[in-house]
């Protein structure tokens, strides 16, 4: 295993120009292996473990509701690892813990046995992208940073694409030998992405070492923060809307057969893994806030469309209908989803990405977790009621964002900031609550774009919430 260990007195803790493309290569290795396991576990979550363990439905969900709860309590902990060790070691460990519990699923046939592996299983999928972030976050700054986001969300959707059709594969095996080779193959990718971690440089160096000054009291006394995760709360009940509660609608009020109903999720996978990076490249020229303000507008205006389809098409074009709209939630997610993943971990300071970075992912679980409850209800009432709550949700979440853009640090909102900085050439000295800027001349980046010392008038907050960047790389 090779560590790049960085001296404290240099100015940024990246790899290498001779092995920032190899870096970069493993971890979307790493990232597609691991979206090929999510791909072959999600859709048949519950056939897969119906068929390993012998337990009933009920006993299979509500087991997995209990595991997905109390794997919630365990986030706090993963910032504190996270903070401790660096996103790399917590990652390959979380992956670990994936292969090693999937591993055990085909010999987990009593109860307590099933609950004990949901648990591990669960922990490590909670506690996957909140390290993972903070691994990117280690690795890049600036544009560079995004750049690696995007290629992560693109790989995933690719990944999970490829997985579910490796999934449909295994279930033409007869009995349960599918679903036996479905575990066997899980536990292989999820190792093989742990490898592929493993392998990347270690690049933490000794400045970076985590201070755990504030600790947690930091991370929940930072409004802006808080508000950025309550708006991506809102939000995400539009990505989880897709899975959930779309296809009852197009089954039971737009009348789509069954089997075309998941051709909706088919072209959303396709359009976000093949146009996500380009999709990034346009959102980079916007304040993140505003670009993931306006990804949630679009959203809000598909889930219009969709609460007017049943009575406007019907018959043979209810599926172009169905597609077209479908097309346009897709844009809102592409537009959200580059600016707000970049926000979350821009704005989070060095020292304590970990903390942030977990309380940020409480926004997807909390969401996934009551999502099931409150769509359930909206779908009983009626598809007026779910796309109004859905479409109130998501603007809520805008205006949110939009009223946090005045308190976040000017590098976080992505204004006046250089954004030029790769792996190969970049010199960005990390966000401005970390560390202090290293040897030569540095310029500090304050809301509004202008350029001047903390020395110079720039005091308390403002100073605190500065951005220190060296060399001339430019947006």
Do not use: K
Not at 301 to 328: D, E, K, M, R, T
Request: with cysteine; net charge positive; glycine share 12%.
């Amino acid at each position: 295993m090779e560590d790049t260990f960085v001296r404290s007195g240099d100015t940024a803790a990246v790899p290498s120009s001779g092995t920032d493309a190899r870096t970069r290569r493993r971890l979307v290795s790493a990232s597609l292996a691991g979206s090929i396991g999510d791909g072959i576990y999600v859709p048949l979550t519950m056939l897969f473990l119906h068929s390993l363990t012998g337990l009933s439905l009920t006993s299979i969900g509500a087991g997995l509701t209990v595991a997905g709860l109390c794997a919630l309590a365990f986030m706090p902990a993963t910032g504190v690892l996270i903070d401790r060790f660096g996103g790399r070691r917590v990652l390959i460990g979380v992956l670990a813990l994936r292969a090693i519990g999937f591993a055990a699923y085909p010999f987990a046939h009593t109860y307590p046995a099933f609950l004990t592996v949901a648990l591990v299983v669960a922990v490590g999928m909670w506690a996957s992208s909140p390290s993972q972030h903070a691994l990117i976050g280690d690795l890049a700054r600036g544009v560079e940073r995004d750049r690696l986001l995007a290629w992560d969300r693109s790989l995933r959707n690719a990944g999970m694409g490829c997985g579910s059709l490796a999934a449909a594969g295994m279930l033409a095996w007869n009995g349960t030998t599918g679903f036996v080779v479905a575990a066997e193959a899980l536990a292989a990718v999820f190792a093989l992405s742990a490898l592929l971690v493993a392998r990347i440089p270690h690049v933490r160096g000794p400045a970076q070492r985590p201070t755990t000054r504030g600790g947690y009291r930091q991370v929940l006394a930072d409004r802006p923060y808080l508000l950025v995760t309550t708006a991506n709360f809102l939000v995400a009940f539009g990505y989880t809307t897709q899975a959930m509660a779309l296809p009852v609608f197009l089954t039971r009020d737009i009348a789509l057969p069954d089997a075309l109903a998941g051709t909706v999720f088919a072209v959303n996978t396709a359009l976000v893994a093949l146009l996500g990076v380009p999709a990034t490249r346009l959102t980079l020229r916007a304040r993140r806030t505003r670009a993931a303000a306006l990804g949630a507008v679009v959203f809000a205006l598909s889930f219009a469309a969709f609460a007017a389809l049943p009575h406007f098409v019907g018959g043979a074009n209810a599926l172009v209908a169905v597609l077209a709209v479908a097309v346009l939630y897709t844009a809102g997610e592409l537009v959200h989803s580059a600016p707000s993943q970049s926000l979350s971990v821009q704005a989070a300071p060095d020292h304590l990405r970990g903390r942030y970075l977990s309380v940020y992912q409480l926004s997807w679980s909390v969401c996934r977790t009551v999502a099931p409850l409150l769509l359930g209800f909206l779908l009983d009432a009626g598809p007026w009621q779910l796309w109004t709550v859905l479409a109130l949700l998501v603007l809520t979440g805008a205006a949110v964002l939009l009223c946090a853009e005045r308190s976040l640090p000017a590098h976080a909102v992505g204004v006046g900031v250089g954004l030029g900085v790769g792996l190969g050439t970049g010199t960005g000295t990390g966000s401005g609550r970390g560390p202090g800027p290293g040897p030569g001349p540095a310029t500090t980046v304050h809301r509004g774009g202008a350029d001047q010392s903390p020395a110079a008038g720039a005091t308390g907050r403002d100073a605190h919430r500065s951005t220190s960047y060296t060399g001339t790389a430019g947006r």
